[in-house]
């Protein structure tokens, strides 16, 4: 891996200003992604995986703030890029999907002029071309009769076919790399592998770089050729998926592998996590924010976290790997 | 569409309904015999009767219902004591002064509110955002016949801007041709723009008046709806596409927000017919509130019951009308169950 | 409950003007109370020597066209402008209250009669069914609070309504219904008081509308008769004189008309805020 990465992010800290309190909702977090690769950010919700995304891509609420670190993108700095620079990047060289595609969408406009709105903005595409390629789009993400189609409201459309509005949306532009928040979440099961597979494929077809953001291990290891296991916004453990889930370092990883039903597990061998997220109000957060939920606790834990780098850009932060 | 605008129209026949019944009622909850109110003091017993009899007062009140609506269907609304001349013809010739008002003093509050309440939304906690509580909840406070009578002061009394508060146009000018009856319109439409200026100098004072009575729902309406739409999640999709600024808060947030603040014209329009009578009684307005408030002091009962069913129906056809636009608007209505 | 205390200390103070509303409040209480005898002048006093003078250190506010002190007049009506606005929401909220909790309740029959009579009040703008029903009924103070009641009815109906019907099945009222309580009993006794907090809300929010329909009552010339000071008509007293620049005679009862549902609009915003977090702006 000597290739710079599409996306480099480093020891970045966002926190929130909440009437409870300063909310430390990411705590030096590191991942990067390369050209052309699928990626998954894997962990509970609250774990801080939209808040990574929403800070990369710059629509973080306007109550939260990085604190500290780097996004680099195609060499420049997303954290320190001005909101005009960004706008320009958004929609033409990084996207992002949602879940619960129905909400997702603007209720009262027709999906193919929102397709339109995207392409004006960042394709240099002319008001007169728009409708025409929005069709095209909805063609590349297989929707049936898609001149029909791009005059319908959400409303009109089932959710399956919402995400795939969404995707067009994200992809119109070919951007180097999406960011896809939990796309199947609220979608029926057998369409939700239709959508991760046409993502994978277009995905491919343009060799862009793709980051998954699930708290579905199973189809994190079935995507993506790495994850990034986040917990309480810290990124607890990073390594090759099979290396993962052969040998993973990280207790609370273990862990979430037992919980991931698997065909051959029975119901009965699948273990649930103990206690939950701890308080992230708290002004006396403990170093390892997993060390009240985990049984290989040691006195070194209450000491600054460690992060064991391996040379393949594995990562561990623990005292008391496995 | 075409079916559900269809359906709406007929939802209005209760509406309408319930108008006639209290309308009905009121007439016949006039204190003391009617009759004897109608044959003055001086009469006998048997003029009394003959009185009862020819206002159908013998019969019982399903009867006399009936004799009402039919009456109101022949356009029959009574004749006025004061002026002998007959009700209908009283509220025909008013209404257009009343209307022009109503529909000038909505224009300027939504012209006023929607942008207030839109700044508001789009910079929480800032000055304008605070201004626009403060501006509010002042503007509901006020009585509009107060605040009619405040401005009056400074700009006609002390600052000498605005012509005197008499009526629709000053002596010096007369009215344009009487096509629609509104001044601005007809005057427009003759191309007399000398008596345009001066019946919208006349008119912009009451107009105000009106305003600010009246936007206060309009702007918390705007702005709370604003500030949902804009932390919903289409509007993240549409930043996370990099749209413009413009685009997103305009073509994106403000449309959907609109819905809400349509629905809720029909409160304004209560809010500004009622406003309407005292705002007339202010600036000496020829309209159907200062014929109403006339024939109250006189006792003058036909023309009160005239005025109230007027204004009832006009307030039906206005929300109904809203309701068509809220149909017309929104591609959603009649798809959800 | 500490939680409850908690929360309201919260709103008072990051909401000073809530508590500036609570102040306006007391001082009104104090002049509806004791006015009459904290009124340096009678207020019925006429002298025409000192006829239209404007505010001095005599006359605070000034004297009106018959040399009468306006400050006292104004004060002393206090009583008159909240008392009607007063009787008129206690007599809304015994009507509203009730008969949407029971339509909320019962459903069927009783909801749609309900509903049917809401909807042909809010058929009508409200202030001109107003003008109608003391016209129809006949010229007095009485029936000003009626009409008032009459129009603001809808409004309890259906906040009253909607609360009904959420806890119609709650917990609470089917545990109060098989321990053996009749409906009547398990509607006063365990879902009103529920729904009063939002209920008293609503009340101090129509308050002020109630003063001001009042008021627009008078100014237009029905109920109250001159010379009671009655804040509606020593605006429409004033009002002749402001085009000639005695701005005294409609200003000081115009403020005070103002000021007083200022207060009441304030105070039922936060009153919301207290009973009702989510809705909190």
């Known amino acids: 891996m000597t290739s710079v990465p599409l996306l480099d992010v480093k020891d970045l800290s966002v926190e929130f200003r909440t009437r409870g309190g300063i909310v430390k909702a990411l705590d030096r977090v590191d991942f990067s992604v390369e050209k052309g690769e699928m990626i998954a950010i894997v962990g509970e919700s609250g774990s801080g995986k939209s808040v990574s995304a929403y800070t990369i891509m710059g629509i973080l609420d306007p109550a939260g703030k990085a604190t500290s670190g780097s996004a680099v993108f195609g060499g420049q700095d997303l954290l320190r890029a001005k909101e005009s620079e960004l706008r320009e990047l958004r929609g033409r060289e990084m996207s992002m999907i949602f879940q619960n595609p129905r909400v997702a969408l603007n209720p009262i406009r027709r999906v193919g002029a929102q397709i339109a709105d995207v392409l004006i903005e960042h394709g240099g595409v002319t008001r007169a071309e728009a409708p025409g390629r929005a069709i095209d789009m909805l063609k590349k993400v297989r929707i049936p009769d898609p001149e029909r189609r791009a005059k319908a409201y959400p409303f009109e459309l089932s959710g399956g076919m919402c995400q795939r509005i969404m995707i067009a949306i994200a992809l119109a532009c070919s951007p180097k790399l999406l960011i896809a928040d939990e796309p199947t979440t609220g979608l029926d099961v057998t369409t939700q592998a239709v959508i991760m597979d046409l993502i994978a494929e277009l995905g491919a077809a343009q060799g862009m770089s793709t980051v998954l953001i699930t708290h579905d291990l199973g189809m994190a290891a079935e995507y993506c050729n790495r994850i990034v296991v986040m917990h309480a916004g810290h990124v607890v453990e990073t390594a090759p998926t099979a290396e993962l889930f052969n040998n993973p370092r990280h207790p609370y990883t273990a862990r979430l592998i037992a919980a991931t039903p698997r065909p051959t597990a029975s119901l009965r061998g699948l273990a649930s996590i103990p206690g939950s997220l701890p308080d992230l109000r708290a002004t006396h957060i403990p170093p390892c924010r997993y060390s009240l939920r985990c049984e290989r606790k040691t006195p070194d834990c209450d000491k600054p976290l460690p992060v064991h780098r391996q040379k393949d850009g594995a990562l561990v932060a623990c005292w008391n790997p496995l | 569409m075409l079916l559900l605008i269809g359906k709406r129209l007929l939802s209005a026949i209760p509406s309408v309904i319930g108008v006639l019944v209290v309308t009905f009622l009121l007439t016949r909850a006039l204190p003391g015999d009617p009759a004897a109110y109608f044959a003055g003091p001086a009469a006998t017993p048997q003029a009394i009767a003959e009185i009862r009899k020819s206002l159908g007062l013998d019969k019982s009140l399903p009867e006399q219902f009936v004799v009402y609506v039919k009456d109101l269907a022949r356009g029959d609304l009574g004749n006025s004591i004061a002026t002998g001349r007959p009700v209908l013809e009283e509220v025909r010739s008013r209404l257009p002064a009343s209307l022009e008002l109503t529909l000038l003093g909505l224009v300027v509050s939504v012209g006023i509110a929607v942008p207030l309440g839109v700044l508001a939304a789009t910079r929480p906690g800032s000055w304008i955002d605070h201004s626009c509580r403060v501006i509010t909840t002042a503007g509901v406070s006020l009585p509009a016949f107060f605040t009619g009578l405040l401005l009056i002061y400074v700009l006609y009394y002390l600052l000498g801007w605005a012509p005197a508060p008499l009526g629709r146009l000053d002596i010096f000018n007369s009215a344009p041709r009487d096509i629609t009856g509104l001044y601005l319109v007809d005057s427009l439409l003759v191309g007399d723009l000398e008596t345009f200026w001066a019946a919208l100098k006349q008119l912009l004072l009451p107009a105000f008046t009106l305003a600010v009575f009246t936007l206060a729902p309009i702007a918390r309406m705007t702005r709370a709806s604003m500030l949902e739409v804009l932390s919903s999640d289409f509007i993240r999709t549409a930043r996370a596409s990099g749209l413009s600024p413009g685009k997103v808060v305009y073509a994106y947030a403000f449309r959907n927000a609109m819905l809400p603040v349509v629905t809720t014209l029909g409160m304004v329009f209560s809010f500004l017919l009622g406003a309407n009578v005292l705002v007339e009684k202010v600036f000496s307005w020829p309209g159907i509130g200062t014929f109403a408030i006339e024939a109250l002091i006189a006792s003058d009962y036909a023309p009160i019951q005239g005025f109230v069913l007027t204004m009832a129906l006009m307030y039906v056809l206005l929300n109904l009308a809203i309701d068509v636009l809220y149909i017309v608007i929104d591609p959603r209505v009649g798809f959800e169950a | ?281």
């Open chain 3, 1 to 281: 409950m500490s939680e409850t205390w908690k929360h309201i200390r919260y709103v008072l103070t990051e909401n000073p003007v809530t508590l500036f509303a609570f102040g306006l409040f007391g001082l009104l209480l104090i002049c509806a109370l004791f006015g009459p005898w904290l009124a340096p002048h009678d207020p019925l006093f006429t002298d025409a020597a000192r006829a239209l003078k404007p505010p001095s250190a005599q006359h605070w506010f000034g004297t009106d066209a018959l040399g009468r002190d306006i400050f006292s007049r104004v004060l002393v009506a206090t009583r008159l402008d909240l008392g009607i606005a007063f009787s008129a929401v206690i007599l809304t909220f015994g009507i509203g209250a009730i008969a949407g909790i029971a339509a909320g309740y019962f459903g069927g029959w009783t909801d749609r009669v309900v509903g049917r009579i809401a909807d042909t009040i809010m058929a009508f703008p409200l202030f001109v069914l107003a003008m109608g029903i003391v016209a129809a009924l006949g010229n007095t103070v009485g029936n000003i609070v009626i009409a008032t009641a009459i129009i603001n009815m809808p409004l309890y109906a259906r906040v009253a309504r909607a609360e009904a019907n959420i806890r119609r099945n709650a917990g609470f009222v089917e545990a109060a219904r098989l321990s053996g309580n009749s409906e009547g009993r398990i509607l006063f006794m365990h879902i009103l008081p529920n729904i009063l907090p939002i209920l008293m809300v609503q009340c101090s929010l129509t308050m002020g509308y109630a003063i001001l329909n009042a008021a627009g009552l008078s100014f237009i010339g029905l109920g109250i008769a001159p010379p009671t000071p009655e804040w509606g008509i020593l605006v429409a007293e004033g009002a002749q004189y402001i085009i000639s620049g005695e701005w005294w005679v409609a200003l000081f009862p115009g403020l005070a008309l103002m000021l007083a549902v200022f207060c009441f609009n304030l105070l039922g915003d936060g009153l919301r805020d207290m009973v009702d977090p989510r809705r909190r702006t």
